[in-house]
């Protein structure tokens, strides 16, 4: 059947009567910057590339030992780029004949094996450069071999122009659109590159076009490659820093309602098909007090092409909006200024520090921690003999003879609130990388507060899913793994925080507070729903540009898999029941004293009665204090973490205060209204 639908399509592809043009070939260099291959069209009927009158199909023929090393783009005149094929065919041989046309709706590229013979949906779509552009001019066919051992030839290739050609898809978004270009420039994981980009959001309900003026940002940025096993898929992730119009030094600014910084991540959607498990996980861990990245689902055109739906992110770093510590500086090297501030990693092996410590059963690998702030570049040796020194305390009390001992043991080095919720997140969301890698951690200065957190949770693409070494009930504990058993080294912690009985209960008193808040099936689904309805429109571009639904790519996954994005929003809401209702069951512990996320704030005399209300709860943008009662002296609003957001100095009693927290990050607040002659009032209220 295979051969005879190859045979259909290789008639197909040149039983029209359009305009065919041909360009030569040449070699394909080895593991080698891109290559391209030029043709002039000139004389078409119409001068103007529409529905009316198109490219239609495009022939290649490539020589090639391996064409998993391949990936080939068309550039049309005016630079609009179409991705024809990345990465695909395995060790097979060769493109013969192989013709692409984005009129078919079967047999996408990306779901045939080598040798490639007949007729393909291309990875891109050819309609994108039937824009209106003029058709007449150079056309480039770039192929570049990205990995070491294989060579080959393009013999040649053909463009063939003919009506009801398809048209453009992905130039517009109902959610915001990032545009980046280049100038010519090849991102890679080396060193960034200078480009131009545009953010563009009109708003929810409204149309961002990739020719409109960028009325988020508008300006210059450096960009690279990001991530380890993420960056090898076809749809990459990319670190970016905005610059000064003159391109001389970083600049801040506020970008799609997240606070001002410099530094942002574009994290890659191919890995994660409902596009929501880093989100979701962040939201939670904000919900729950405690800072995670913000987040934007967004549409990004590189190059005049279309490369699909992103998360468009803070990136982890000290700062008063993300994680809010002391500023570190390069004289900070004794007393009190030296304790802090400091944020590290146990991630692939980098610039930083070996732990003393080896597990026994594999003990010719050791820990390895890696300096996240201060750089690497910037620490000074007193500083990351300080930080190595926490650490190495902190792991003789937990690897010694008495780790649960009130002085002597792990308890008086730690925030516990913090290692709790981070181990409840991930195991939350079966992440075993949450043990392993991406594993963050930070400490003030002592003044402040003495003892190390664990957090910001980071990188989800590999949770919840259905995977070939996960139960089928989701049962068990990912703390538990050996620490041998990972591509980086499991590290025990919390397998040794979790046989301490104090630990437990507190992991077993948060877990059922947040069951009721945060967690609740109910609320999670709500926000899942939402975030599918947001994305309903920019998904059906995402996978016609990435035909990757039904299939197993990025993570292993074991079938059945998802035809629909429907059905993938469907199997993450309940593989996410199935887990937290044995988590539930099996959480060991026991809660004696219900779980108080405001400790430092609420106290015997502080009550909540009738007279305060805040609305709407939860908030988004804003929200409005209503209050009738007794004469008050001020507002003031706290974070789960008690720092002080919002204070106001209000007589009377009676009024209506609106309060603005666009920038807040989601999760649970308190609202304090200080009266005259009795207690305060306490409101919770949840932001969104």
Not at 41 to 49: A, D, E, K, N
Not at 50 to 69: E, F, S, W
Not at 96 to 111: K, Q, R
Not at 499 to 509: G, P, S, V
Request: with cysteine; glycine share 8%.
């Amino acid at each position: 059947m295979k051969y005879y639908l190859q045979l259909l399509g290789f008639l197909i592809c040149f039983s029209s009567s359009a305009q065919t043009y041909s360009g030569s070939g040449g070699s394909i260099p080895d593991n080698s910057a891109p290559v391209n291959f030029y043709m002039t069209v000139s004389g078409l009927s119409s001068t103007t590339l529409n529905h009316a009158l198109g490219l239609v199909k495009v022939r290649i023929n490539i020589n090639h030992t391996y064409d998993n090393d391949l990936i080939a783009k068309l550039i049309a005149p005016d630079g609009t780029v179409v991705s024809l094929f990345t990465n695909i065919g395995g060790g097979g041989h060769n493109f013969t004949n192989t013709c692409f046309d984005s009129s078919i709706t079967s047999l996408p590229i990306t779901s045939d094996t080598a040798p490639f013979t007949g007729t393909y949906l291309p990875e891109g779509n050819l309609g994108n450069v039937n824009n209106n552009q003029n058709g007449n001019g150079v056309w480039i066919l770039q192929v570049q071999d990205n990995a070491t051992a294989d060579t080959g030839s393009v013999i040649n290739w053909q463009l063939t122009f003919g009506s009801n050609a398809p048209l453009p898809f992905g130039m517009s978004s109902d959610i915001p659109l990032v545009v980046i270009n280049t100038n010519g420039q090849t991102i890679t994981g080396g060193s960034p590159v200078f480009a131009n980009m545009k953010v563009i959001d009109h708003g929810i309900g409204a149309t961002n076009h990739y020719l409109d003026t960028g009325n988020i940002f508008n300006g210059i940025i450096d960009i690279k490659v990001r991530g380890s096993y993420s960056a090898s898929l076809p749809q990459v992730p990319y670190r970016i820093t905005t610059y000064t119009a003159d391109s001389s030094a970083d600049s801040n600014v506020a970008m799609l309602n997240m606070p001002s910084e410099h530094d942002w991540i574009l994290l890659a959607g191919y890995n994660d098909k409902s596009f929501i498990r880093n989100t979701l996980m962040y939201k939670l861990f904000g919900n729950i007090g405690h800072y995670a990245s913000r987040t934007r689902h967004c549409e990004v055109i590189l190059n005049g092409e279309y490369i699909g739906i992103y998360v468009f992110l803070e990136k982890i770093k000290r700062d008063k909006n993300r994680i809010d510590i002391s500023k570190l500086k390069l004289s900070d090297t004794t007393g009190n200024e030296l304790t802090g501030g400091y944020i590290f990693r146990h991630d692939y092996s980098d610039v930083g520090w070996t732990s003393q410590y080896a597990p026994d059963s594999c003990n010719t690998r050791y820990y390895e921690f890696e300096y996240d702030y201060p750089s690497p570049d910037s620490i000074q040796i007193p500083q990351g003999n300080y930080i190595k020194h926490i650490i190495d305390t902190l792991e003789s009390r937990l690897y010694g003879s008495h780790p649960y001992d009130t002085l002597r043991g792990y308890r008086p080095k730690i925030n516990t609130v913090s290692f709790v919720d981070y181990m409840l997140c991930n195991e939350l969301a079966w992440n075993i990388d949450g043990y392993k890698k991406s594993m963050f951690f930070h400490k003030d200065k002592n003044s402040h507060d003495s003892t190390l957190h664990a957090g910001p949770i980071w990188d989800f693409d590999w949770s919840l899913k259905r995977m070939p070494w996960v139960p089928t009930d989701y049962s068990g504990w990912n703390y538990t793994l050996n620490p041998c058993d990972g591509d980086v080294l499991f590290l025990p912690w919390f397998n040794i925080l979790m046989q301490d009985t104090l630990f437990q209960n507190e992991a077993r008193c948060h877990w059922d507070y947040f069951r009721q808040h945060s967690f609740k099936t109910d609320s999670i689904n709500h926000y899942i729903d939402s975030m599918a309805h947001l994305l309903r429109n920019a998904q059906q571009q995402h996978f016609t540009r990435w035909q990757i639904l039904g299939i197993n790519t990025g993570t292993p996954e074991v079938a059945p898999f998802s035809a629909t994005f429907q059905e993938e929003i469907d199997t993450l809401k309940s593989i996410l029941k199935q887990r937290m209702l044995w988590i539930d069951a099996n959480l060991p512990g026991v809660c004696r004293k219900p779980y108080d996320p405001f400790p430092r704030l609420t106290t015997p005399s502080v009550v909540k009665e009738a007279g305060l209300n805040c609305y709407p709860n939860p908030a988004s943008n804003s929200f409005t204090i209503n209050y009738n009662g007794s004469p008050t002296r001020c507002i003031k609003v706290y974070s789960q973490l008690g720092q002080l957001l919002y204070t106001q100095n209000v007589t009377g009693s009676q009024f209506d205060i609106s309060v603005d927290c666009a920038k807040w990050s989601p999760g649970l607040y308190l609202v304090v209204v200080e009266r005259e002659n009795n207690a305060p009032l306490l409101y919770k209220l949840m932001k969104e």
